[in-house]
Antibody, heavy 126, light 113 residues
Framework: QVQLQESGPGLVRPSETLSLTCVVSGASVSSGGFYWSWIRQPPGKGLEWIGC??????????NYNPSLKSRVTISVDTSKNQFSLKLNSVTAADTAVYHCASSTGRGNIPNWFDPWGQGSLVTVSS | DIVMTQSPDSLAVSLGERATINCKSS????????????LAWHQQKPGQPPKVLIYWASTRESGVPDRFSGSGSGTDFTLTISSLQAEDVAVYYCQQYYSSPLTFGGGTKVEIK
């Protein structure tokens, strides 16, 4: 079955760029029908969908949450079977556990997330 | 954006008793063309990532115990744990996938009384 594992720096300075990678096993990121998403969870708070990449084998499309769209880039590296998140101009409000997740979907909309990666805590602090 | 509102924020239930969690969406998430409700329920145990329990509002994920059930349609949904077990202590989230951006409820923490 699909398994996901996030990796990246645990500490990022304010105004810099947060970068995380999600390594996929058990499936190819290029496989049709998969949507690869990032979701974050600030400490003690709820879940926020950041965005996704899909249609990797053809158009390689993305869909971002408008609340973060101006600062987010999600990309794919098919040679390493992984996808990545970049969030620029970070502030303390971006401190969160960042999860990657997979799903099926329709159009540019993912369905329910299954499975989720374990999550990677990123702290924004000087 | 569709706002998902869960209630209560937390509840304490005795072992073997019923737990009921509510989720209300700010607009209908019933897709008329296929009569499906675009709602999932996720369970997050301490120190673990969320795990899907139910999708299409009432379809149980493979391997999920049948004490978990989902119901509702349109804007009002319910997750029921018919007989609470110790391993059910967790935070439960509803999630809509009717429209973008996908959104979650604020979570309901279930504890043992």
């Amino acid at each position: 079955q699909v398994q996901l594992q996030e990796s990246g720096p645990g500490l990022v300075r304010p105004s810099e760029t947060l970068s995380l990678t999600c390594v996929v096993s058990g499936a190819s990121v290029s496989s049709g029908g998969f949507y690869w998403s990032w979701i974050r969870q600030p400490p003690g708070k709820g879940l926020e969908w950041i965005g996704c990449v899909y249609n990797i084998g053809s158009t390689g499309s993305t869909n971002y949450n408008p609340s973060l769209k101006s600062r987010v880039t999600i990309s794919v590296d098919t040679s390493k079977n992984q996808f990545s998140l970049k969030l620029n101009s970070v502030t303390a409000a971006d401190t969160a556990v960042y999860h990657c997740a997979s799903s099926t979907g329709r159009g540019n909309i993912p369905n329910w997330f299954d499975p989720w990666g374990q999550g990677s805590l990123v702290t924004v602090s000087s | 954006d569709i706002v998902m509102t869960q209630s209560p924020d937390s509840l304490a239930v005795s072992l073997g008793e019923r737990a009921t969690i509510n989720c209300k969406s700010s607009q209908s998430i019933l897709y008329n063309s296929n009569k499906m409700n675009y709602l999932a329920w996720h369970q997050q145990k301490p120190g673990q990532p969320p795990k899907v329990l139910i999708y299409w509002a009432s379809t149980r994920e493979s391997g999920v115990p049948d004490r978990f059930s989902g119901s509702g349609s349109g804007t009002d949904f319910t997750l029921t744990i018919s007989s609470l077990q110790a391993e059910d202590v967790a935070v439960y989230y509803c999630q809509q996938y009717y429209s973008s951006p996908l959104t979650f409820g604020g979570g309901t923490k279930v504890e043992i009384k």
